[in-house]
């Protein structure tokens, strides 16, 4: 139950603000400078912030919005419901665009908060909203009913919670208004329901103290499924109260943040930059991909650090944080024991790079080519079934990310997005499309025209997966995001799917149909011919770690392989791909391309890739928890980091291009690294 603080002073009145109804000035912070707009928990009013407003730096202005029927605006009624609230707030902070205004709502005002940046969405004033205390709007909060307990029982309920100092619950007079004002608050926050595109387009920030009785991570986690455009999770100290607390432990935080999306001053960035062009937040176009380690650097200077580890390896645990068990199962579950996986990255682990010196290597070149076109860099982003379960803009985002840095895309057959949405938000961008085939000829054929209509340049056949490998972590949460629907969109208004489907087929009729057709385990290289034979595209086979399995891949008509072990999740005890890679590569010859994925987390692994004889890497679940933790921007990240990595990898190891990549590399005969093809 959320409690009201009456305890504390009124703002400073500011000589330049016009008079306001909703909208208390704690500090205006001079024109153009950043806003930190405020809205109280329930029962709660403007001052609740006095303490943030206090500990803010001067740079920052304060707002806080005062609900009618408390302090000042006691005479009026409460607001009946929390759209009441938001118009009363977006009505007045119109006269503030031209501004970047950061909205802050502490436990219902999460919710009031959230309603003001929907309404104000359109005008792009908002930057980013920090919700505190407060589960997403799309969950019941199940506050109780006030009107229905006694005083009493509301004050024990306040108590429990904390926020209003001991001696003044043992005076009436303000226990009374207290009781008053909260079941008001009540009313209105037990009426709200989330709309159905309750989404915003801007980031949020979510603050979870660590001892609130009320809001644990995986309650608030939904928090993801209202922006489109990334949402993280922020700890702090405390209970339920701790944002405004008189010690303010999230204003570091705040100001950190604020600080970076608050247009970064020209001037300080040229003067920091050494005279190469200004070091902003967001990568200038030209920018090599090592500069992005330049700009983190001089963003510290500024007080921001990067929203998500630039450690990829880190983002499996902080993924668990914000994602639903089940969801964070299946990403990052793997067949069996697991074995698969570990033998993928300890063959990385394993390898040793022997650097070379004095190469002139200031410029780089990391671009290669790929079935007759250039990419930016060797790496691409593996299909990964059914994203919509990670985040609900799932490929959409995905595929964004991928764009934003030139790199192409493969979307799975079991996207949870159709192909021609993904081709849409792809833009002119490189994407290709991952074929699983199925047992019915007619919907094969319908999807890879669909993929071709949609400009997709390539097909990448999976072969690896006749059914899906025995996973645990699935098994054991007896879970699946496909029995969900998730994962079929491809197939449902496919005309040559539906036409397979009785009439009357209802939605566990789609689903079981769905699940006995989508992959065939009676497929054999004769499949590989008869689809080469009616497209056009490059066909690439995924799954191959058998160099045999390679040549009869390229003779039943492939244009080249996948080195891959589907990251650990199907067979158990299965050769590591990076292992598997030098026989491959000595089979297929320089004829074909070879491409691998499993395990590639970092700038070294690539470069390993490359040494043993890759063409380029498909990088899998690093993105995916990218996804999770940030949408678009966390899956921009991702990749950004890996290339920086990869560029000064290359710089490291005195290789001016991809090509300067060679067997020569890693570690020389006689070392247990060895492993020259
Ligand atoms: C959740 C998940 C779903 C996947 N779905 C597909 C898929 O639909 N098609 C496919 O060919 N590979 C799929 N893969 C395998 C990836 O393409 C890739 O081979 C693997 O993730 C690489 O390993 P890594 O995650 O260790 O980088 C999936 C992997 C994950 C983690």
Redesign the pocket.
């Known amino acids: 139950m959320p409690t009201t603080d009456m305890t504390q002073t009124e703002p400073q009145a500011s000589a330049s603000a016009p008079p306001s109804r909703w909208l208390r000035t704690f500090r205006e912070a001079g024109p153009g400078s950043a806003l930190l707009v405020c809205f109280p928990h329930a029962g709660g009013g403007a001052n609740a912030f006095s303490a943030v407003a206090a500990a803010l730096p001067e740079d920052i202005g304060l707002l806080a919005v005062q609900y009618p029927g408390r302090q000042d605006r006691r005479a009026e009624p409460c607001a009946e419901d929390v759209a009441e609230l938001a118009e009363g707030a977006a009505a007045e902070l119109v006269a503030y665009t031209g501004r970047r205004l950061f909205l802050l709502g502490h436990s219902m005002g999460a919710l009031v908060a959230f309603e003001t940046a929907r309404l104000l969405a359109k005008r792009d004033v908002v930057a980013r909203l920090f919700v505190s205390a407060a589960r997403p709007p799309s969950h019941d909060w199940q506050e109780p009913d006030l009107d229905g307990l006694t005083d009493s029982e509301v004050v024990t309920g306040v108590r429990r919670l904390g926020g209003v100092p001991e001696p003044l619950l043992d005076d009436p007079e303000t226990v009374s208004e207290l009781v008053r004002v909260l079941r008001g608050d009540h009313r209105a926050l037990r009426r709200y329901r989330a709309p159905a595109d309750a989404v915003l387009p801007i980031p949020v920030t979510v603050l979870l103290a660590e001892a609130d009785p009320k809001n644990s991570a995986s309650q608030v986690r939904d928090w993801a499924r209202h922006s489109t455009a990334g949402c993280g999770l922020e700890r702090l100290p405390g209970g339920h109260f701790s944002l405004t607390d008189a010690a303010s432990p999230a204003v570091p935080l705040l100001t950190r943040y604020i600080r970076e999306e608050a247009q970064p001053s020209q001037d300080l960035g040229d003067a920091l930059d050494d005279g190469k062009g200004a070091a902003g937040v967001r990568p200038a176009a030209s920018a090599a991909p090592a500069d992005l380690i330049k700009e983190i650097l001089l963003a510290g200077l500024r007080g921001s650090r990067p929203p998500l580890s630039t450690d990829l390896t880190r983002l499996e645990d902080a993924a668990r944080e914000v994602l639903e068990p089940n969801a964070f199962g299946?990403?990052s579950g793997n067949a069996g024991t697991g074995v698969s996986?570990r033998n993928?990255r300890e063959a990385f682990d394993r390898l040793r790079l022997v650097p070379r010196m004095m190469r002139g290597t200031a410029r780089r070149d990391m671009s290669v080519c790929l079935l007759g076109r250039r990419l930016p860099s060797p790496v691409l982003l593996?299909?990964?079934?059914?994203l919509g379960a990670v985040h609900p803009q799932g490929e959409l985002d995905t595929v964004r990310g991928a764009a934003a840095v030139g790199l192409p895309f493969i979307l799975?057959?079991?996207a949870s997005r159709t192909l021609e949405e993904v081709a849409a938000a792809a833009g002119p961008e490189p994407r290709w499309f991952?074929l699983?085939l199925p047992t019915e000829r007619p919907v094969a054929e319908s999807l890879v025209r669909r993929a071709e209509a949609s400009g997709y340049t390539a097909l990448?056949v999976?072969v690896d997966?006749p059914s899906f490998g025995y996973r645990p972590a699935d098994l054991d949460a007896a879970h699946s995001p496909f029995l969900q629907g998730i994962g079929i969109s491809n197939y449902t208004d496919d005309p040559a799917f539906r036409a397979t489907l009785p009439p009357d087929a209802d939605r566990l009729a789609v689903l079981a149909h769905w699940a006995g057709t989508a992959t065939d385990p009676a497929l054999t290289w004769d499949d590989l011919a008869w689809l080469r034979r009616f497209t056009e595209l490059p066909v690439l086979v995924?799954?191959v770690l058998h160099p045999d399995d390679a040549r009869l891949a390229l003779e039943y008509g492939a244009d080249g392989v996948v080195v891959?072990n589907?990251?650990?999740?199907q067979l158990d005890g299965s050769v590591a791909s990076l292992d598997a890679l030098p026989a491959v590569r000595a089979a297929v010859g320089d004829a074909a391309p070879v491409l691998l994925?499993?395990?590639?987390r970092t700038g070294s692994d690539v470069l390993k890739a490359l040494a043993l004889g890759a063409d380029a890497v498909?990088?899998?679940?690093?993105y995916?928890y990218g996804l999770a933790l940030g949408g678009q921007h966390g899956v921009e990240h991702v990749l950004r980091c890996l290339l920086a990595d990869l560029d000064l990898a290359l710089a490291l190891a005195g290789c001016a291009c991809v090509a300067d990549v060679t067997a020569e590399l890693v570690s020389p005969p006689g070392d247990p690294g060895m492993h020259r093809p």
């Open positions: 299946y990403v996986a993928n593996a299909p990964v079934a059914a799975s057959s079991f991952q699983y990448v999976t997966a995924k799954g891959s589907h990251g650990g999740r994925d499993s395990g590639v498909l990088l899998g679940r690093p995916v």
